[in-house]
């Protein structure tokens, strides 16, 4: 099972928008509804911010919003803060042998 | 909230077996709701699910890792455990325990804070 495609960084300034993008297959992210999103800080673990492609579990600022398009599914931090820096993981259920894959992982800076 | 605990060497020779245990607080692991699963993260690279048990002792593995992996459950201590037999350097890496809804997203929604382990002689 192959992971799921992400950019390796992306960068914003504070109180702009950045996306970050998730790409897979039609039997992972495209089949599906079930993405989830991970925010990371360095020897941290990751902490889920969006389930079901676009639901925020209790806690999680609105700033963080998920979609899906096709084989690609999206999060974007609106209003970025110097906290939201961090690293990103995308998952998705999957048909194939293992129940859900994660992404590559794309790290955020915010300059 | 429930909090989930890894625990174990952080040091192991190639060729023997890894062991670890996450302890469970906040919730009953036998409440049979939930899988409770092992992922693991080399360094600097990105996350590996290694497998998951249900309460019944039911277990599903990464078929890349099957051949040397187990994990089992022991209800009475709220624990569940990991073995990864012949490790090798390949095996370094922080190894999280997480809680996954059985009926729900099909991901991880509680992680414990994670272990480091190397493989070195």
């Known amino acids: 099972q192959s992971a799921l495609t992400q950019p390796a960084s992306v960068s914003g300034s504070p109180g702009q928008s950045i996306t970050i993008s998730c790409t897979g297959t039609s039997s992972d992210v495209g089949g599906y509804n079930y993405v989830s999103w991970y925010q990371q800080h360095p020897g941290k673990a990751p902490k889920l911010m969006i389930y079901?492609?676009?639901n925020r579990p209790s806690g999680v600022s609105n700033r963080f919003s998920g979609s899906k398009s096709g084989n690609t599914a999206s999060l974007t931090i609106s209003g970025l803060q110097a906290e939201d820096e961090a690293d990103y993981y995308c998952s998705s259920y999957t048909s194939s042998s293992t129940p859900y894959v994660f992404g590559t992982g794309t790290k955020v800076t915010v300059l | 909230q429930v909090q989930l605990q890894e625990s174990g060497p952080g040091l192991v020779k190639p060729s023997q077996t890894l062991s670890l245990t996450c302890t469970v607080s906040g919730g009953s692991i036998s409440s049979g709701s939930y899988y409770w699963s092992w992922i693991r993260q080399p360094a600097g690279k990105g996350l590996e699910w290694i497998g998951r048990i249900y309460t019944s002792g039911s277990t599903n593995y990464n078929p890349s890792l099957k051949s040397r992996v187990t994990i089992s459950v022991d209800t009475s201590k709220n624990q569940f455990s990991l073995k990864l037999s012949s490790v090798t350097a390949a095996d370094t890496a922080v190894y999280y325990c997480?809680?996954?809804?059985?009926?729900?997203?099909?991901?991880?929604?509680?992680w414990g804070q994670g272990t480091l382990v190397t493989v070195s002689s």
């Open positions: 079901d492609v676009s």
């Open positions: 997480a809680r996954e809804a059985v009926a729900g997203t099909p991901s991880p929604d509680y």
